[in-house]
């Protein structure tokens, strides 16, 4: 299936049938989400796969009742930074120069000029940019399913602090900010995947400027 024919195969899945994904399926999916691009390659979050039904359980009525929070094979949780902070930088730079094998003074002007650009940001300007990294890494995540032919659903109805508490992210200085259904639809009750697919076109979504 090329990249075109997936990304028209793909739709917002609203009912699953409560298959699961096959392990291998999954490992992939969740490799494309490690390798999606983020801001200075920091990746300032941590994605929870949740699979546990008693926890999905609580889950569901703070997001809402949606359903595919208890049908989904999986749900995943895009978790924010909420905040970046001088250990925080200081670690990834120093993980990232092992990895190259390169002396810490070689991105030295780089990670200084980045720490004196953060620091002049406030905690709530952190958490915005580390939470937009996340949508990226969820584009990387739906193509992938839809490669994959896994039917998929992006989340933003929930109750972000409600989720945080359930999951105890505060303590791990973290901060909810969209989800991920992964699964196969339900072929008799998704409604919403029988419609027409509704986009612009190309004339009224891309301007030109030559």
Do not use: C
Request: net charge negative.
């Amino acid at each position: 299936m090329s990249l075109k024919e997936a990304l028209h195969w793909r739709s917002a899945t609203k009912s699953y049938n409560g298959k699961v994904i096959e392990k291998e399926k999954i490992e992939q999916i969740l490799e494309a989400i490690r390798l999606a691009p983020s801001s200075s390659g920091l990746q300032p979050f941590k994605v929870l796969v949740i699979t546990n039904k008693e926890l999905r359980g609580k889950l569901q009525p703070i997001a809402f009742q949606q359903p595919q929070i208890v049908e989904a094979s999986h749900i995943l949780v895009f978790a924010a930074w909420d905040e970046y902070t001088p250990e925080r930088v200081d670690s990834f730079f120093e993980f990232s120069n092992k990895v190259r094998n390169l002396p810490s003074s070689a991105t030295d002007d780089y990670r200084l000029n980045l720490l004196e650009m953060l620091d002049q940001k406030t905690k709530d300007q952190h958490f915005m940019n580390t939470s937009q990294q996340t949508y990226i890494a969820l584009g990387f995540g739906l193509l992938a399913a839809a490669d994959l032919k896994i039917d998929a659903t992006p989340l933003e109805g929930f109750d972000n602090k409600a989720v945080d508490d359930l999951l105890n992210l505060p303590e791990k200085g973290l901060k909810s900010s969209v989800m991920m259904a992964l699964g196969y639809k339900d072929e008799e009750n998704d409604w919403w995947g029988k419609l027409e697919r509704v986009r612009r076109s190309n004339e009224d979504l891309f301007i030109e400027l030559n």
